[in-house]
């Protein structure tokens, strides 16, 4: 695809009313800020050759929304990543949307998280539904309905055994947070391996303000994964007016040679 992972991430966003998104970086990663960045000699290029759709895609790319960034010195987990935003969020709730997830939807799954947020003005994270041979890889939550597909989170467990797990439902890469997130993460400190677990923070917020795990309408792809990797490689194709047309006109695609 000529669109990076990370843009689909920053369209979602966009696309659920956010204006304002910090991006928390490392050393390497210098081309995700250019990416993001205004390009004035890709733009003269592009109106100089008369290829006004693709100069109107550059254009919005570099102004859908005010990006900052920070950079994470130290690889010491989600949980520290998230605490290098603090003093720029401030006391505000948050979403945070980690970059090895998309979700396929017509209705924004940030959104949808952020909907169930101020329905009941605590935090909240996306979970679904993953097959027992797949649980080990994901936090996963024990609560009890709330009401349709919102549960109210009683624990959290972090890849547990199939035989371990507390229900089926796993916890994604969208999370709505209260403001509070932060000084759970600074009381637990780092861990096993020098890194602040998300999850013990987590945990602690449940029993002090309540969470809620929202098993959101979509499709999710986790890129970090070879296989999902093609295969939102190939969904997302077919949804350009482009490329579907074209892919549908080649049967013997999927074919063995």
Request: with cysteine.
């Amino acid at each position: 695809m000529d669109k990076p992972a990370i843009q689909y991430v920053v369209e979602e966003a966009v696309a659920s009313g956010m204006t304002d998104i910090i991006m928390i970086t490392g050393r390497g990663k210098r081309a995700i800020e250019d990416h993001f960045d205004k390009s004035y000699e890709l733009e003269h290029k592009l109106r100089e050759s008369g290829n006004s759709e693709a100069l109107a895609e550059v254009q919005k790319i570099a102004s859908m929304a005010d990006i900052f960034y920070i950079r994470q010195k130290e690889q010491l987990g989600l949980g520290h990543a998230i605490l290098c935003a603090k003093k720029h969020v401030g006391n505000e709730p948050f979403a945070v949307m980690l970059g090895d997830d998309i979700v396929v939807n017509d209705r924004p799954c940030i959104g949808q998280l952020v909907e169930a947020f101020e329905q009941v003005k605590a935090s909240v994270v996306g979970v679904e539904q993953v097959p027992k041979s797949r649980i080990q890889r994901y936090g996963v939550i024990k609560g009890k309905r709330f009401r349709d597909d919102l549960y109210k989170v009683e624990d959290l467990v972090e890849k547990p055994t199939p035989e371990e797990a507390p229900s089926d439902l796993a916890i994604i890469g969208r999370y709505v947070f209260q403001p509070e997130i932060f000084s759970f993460l600074e009381k637990i400190g780092p861990g096993m391996g020098g890194e602040y677990q998300l999850t013990d923070a987590m945990r602690l917020l449940c029993r002090k303000h309540g969470l809620y795990g929202l098993k959101f309408k979509g499709r999710r792809f986790d890129i970090g994964s070879k296989a999902d990797w093609v295969r939102a490689t190939i969904a997302l194709s077919m949804e350009r007016k482009d490329l579907a047309d074209e892919l549908r006109l080649s049967p013997d695609l999927f074919k063995k040679r």
